[in-house]
């Protein structure tokens, strides 16, 4: 009796393992390495952007590139919260249509993703608090902690940092499930400061709220949220919202487009009035960059779905705001086909001559996309 509960229990470790090693290994690992001249000669092939765009491989080699800065000299600062690293990718300066090169500026931290440039001095987001660096252009230094006391520990790890129009940072805190209602009540929350000031709660009930951006002219604050698992494979929407102060977006009670919480729904506090979602982009398609790029129009990084029957986002889709409400458009595609996969775009930053930047944490690399003049 007891070698049969032995070998049942070494056969379910066996499958808890090999169910572990699909949701996180075959799911998120690379079809084909960035170094491999197949994935290089692949992508060029099946990367289409508008008429009138080009698309280029800027730089690969990096780990797990996520979010972006460009610094003034055209260099780009990019965060690696899985290495925890950050990393100078040096701008094309002997024009031959990629990067001088990459060099690792900073080791060790703790879940580095939100960066935020403001002349000498790099913020970056950790999942635990906010530090700052000393930046000379080249060089980092005199790391020093700006705020502390931020949730971590289960759930969703990585934190964006941006500072606002009026003067304040902001940082999002993603939830630590799936669906539950939050202990600490920053979770599942954007949050805002000053150095020296203490946070103050801006906005509530978005799961995880990794890319937000302020829109030219009008200031309004627009964000993208990815929306609970295990519902369906369309099911809930993951939002852009248009966030505002003190308003509360829906989760855990309420998901994408009105869709009740089969178990918390009935929790919901009294007089409870969410928000409505602002555009729905489909279920599980995982976005995490909003970037705008003109009055009214947004680029939006779909980073790709994990827990459909059929994959779904791998592009990036262009967001339009009018008058008569949003509409969007794909602004780049092929990093899926039939299922293979070979880039997952993460986030967006533009140069001042208009160039695109794109990280893919998929592949280890950084794209550029110009539009012809």
Known sequence: ML??????????????????????????????????????????????????????????????PRLMVMTASGDLLVSDHRNDTITLVK??????????????????LAGAHG????????????????????????SLANRR?????????AGHSTRTLKRGPDGFLY????????????????????????????????????RNTVGFDWEPGTGLLYGVDNGRDRLGDDVPDDEVNLIARAK?????????????????????????????QYHGLGGHVAPLALRFIGPGEALITEH???????????????????????SESVFLSGCEENEQVICRPVDIVQAPDGALYVTDDYAG???RITKAL
Not at 56 to 63: F, N
Not at 317 to 322: A, E, F, G, N, Y
């Open 3 to 64: 070698r049969r509960l032995l070998l049942m229990l070494i056969a379910l470790l066996a499958v808890s393992a090999a169910a572990a090693w699909w949701w996180f290994g075959a799911v998120n690992a690379p079809v084909l390495a960035a170094t491999d001249g197949d994935w290089d000669k692949m992508i060029r092939e099946r990367i289409k952007v508008p008429d009138g765009y080009s698309f280029q491989i800027h730089a690969r080699g990096l780990g797990s």
């Open 91 to 108: 701008a094309d300066r002997d024009g031959n249509g990629e990067s001088d090169g990459l060099e690792v500026l900073a080791r060790g």
């Open 115 to 138: 960066l935020v440039l403001e002349g000498a001095k790099l913020f970056v987001a950790e999942e635990t608090g906010v530090v700052a660096y000393d930046f000379d252009g080249r």
């Open 145 to 153: 902690g700006i705020t502390a006391g931020i949730p971590g520990g």
């Open 171 to 206: 940082l999002s805190i993603g939830s630590s499930c799936n669906a539950c209602i939050e202990e600490h009540p920053w979770r599942a929350a954007i949050i805002r400061f000053k150095e020296g000031g203490e946070p103050e709660i801006f906005a509530r009930g978005l």
């Open 248 to 276: 509360h977006y829906g989760w855990p009670y309420v998901h994408g487009s009105d869709v009740a919480d089969p178990g918390l729904h009935a929790s919901r506090p009294a007089g409870f009035a969410p928000e409505p």
């Open 304 to 326: 790709g779905s994990w827990n459909r029957s059929k994959k779904a986002g791998y592009r990036i889709v262009r967001l339009s705001i009018t008058s008569t409400g949003p």
């Open 365 to 367: 690399a950084v794209y």
